[in-house]
């Protein structure tokens, strides 16, 4: 049962647009978001987080959104940058369990082509 | 510098003997986690612990044991590793509303 999805193992966007990665989740408990940057050989970075009491949350290129009705979060960066070519992973935090375990997606492999 | 280390970070091993990957923080956070990652599942919580000798078991704990006798060390022990055990495992640290600190990852196959 997986409580956390990327649906889009993958996605390619030229360099300066905009890339939208997705999320949805199906455990109204999540209360906590983040997004997370891995590169090969690398242990995941932590990128940006949103609280269920926010709709967004913004960090430079990045800003993630958050709607909670259709239990769906998105990350954007704008204007994508090669460096930016990594995967993506989305991860929920549940308030119970003292608030600190995480699932995470799938991951989507995003490639920001010159 | 604030370091998650693991270790090995590459370890080819047979079925049933026995292994154990270190994790080390020095950021001195209580809460601690280890992951696994497979294609197409993402990561995939093994066993964490909140404090120094509590640890609990995450979603996919069969196979594997954890102790936490000290704040900075969480070693992740497998008492007869399987194939199905292949795979690439992270240590984690900190506190949510921070993120989480991730070592740089321990990949092991089993033969």
């Known amino acids: 049962d997986q409580q956390v999805k990327q649906n889009s193992p993958s996605l390619s966007v030229q360099e300066g647009r905009i890339s939208i990665l997705n999320c949805d989740y199906t455990?109204?408990?999540?209360?906590?978001f983040l997004w997370y940057k891995k590169y090969p050989a690398e242990g995941p970075t932590f990128l940006i987080s949103?609280?269920?009491?926010?709709d967004k949350n913004e960090d430079g290129r990045f800003t993630v959104f958050l709607n909670k009705s259709a239990k769906h979060l998105s990350l954007h960066i704008v204007p994508s940058q090669p460096g930016d070519s990594a995967v993506y992973f989305c991860?929920?935090?549940?308030?119970?369990?003292?608030?600190?375990?995480?699932?995470f997606g799938q991951g989507t492999r995003l490639t920001i082509n010159p | 510098e604030a370091q998650v280390t693991q270790n090995p970070r590459y370890l080819i091993t047979v079925t049933g003997k026995k292994l154990t990957v270190t994790c080390s923080q020095n950021?001195?956070?209580?809460?601690m986690s280890w992951y696994r990652q497979d294609p197409g599942l993402g990561l995939r919580q093994i066993y964490y612990?909140?404090?120094?000798?509590?640890?609990d078991k995450g979603d996919v704990p069969e196979g594997y044991k954890v102790s936490r006798k000290e704040k900075r060390n969480f070693p992740l022990i497998l008492e007869s590793p399987s194939p199905n055990q292949t795979s690439l495992y992270f240590c984690?640290?900190?506190?949510?509303?921070?993120?989480?600190?991730f070592g740089s990852g321990t990949r092991l196959t089993v033969v």
């Open positions: 991860a929920a935090s549940p308030i119970f369990q003292g608030a600190q375990k995480l699932v």
């Open positions: 455990n109204s408990m999540f209360d906590y």
């Open positions: 949103i609280s269920s009491i926010k």
């Open positions: 950021m001195n956070h209580e809460y």
């Open positions: 612990s909140m404090n120094v000798e509590v640890t």
């Open positions: 984690a640290t900190g506190d949510r509303a921070y993120g989480y600190t």
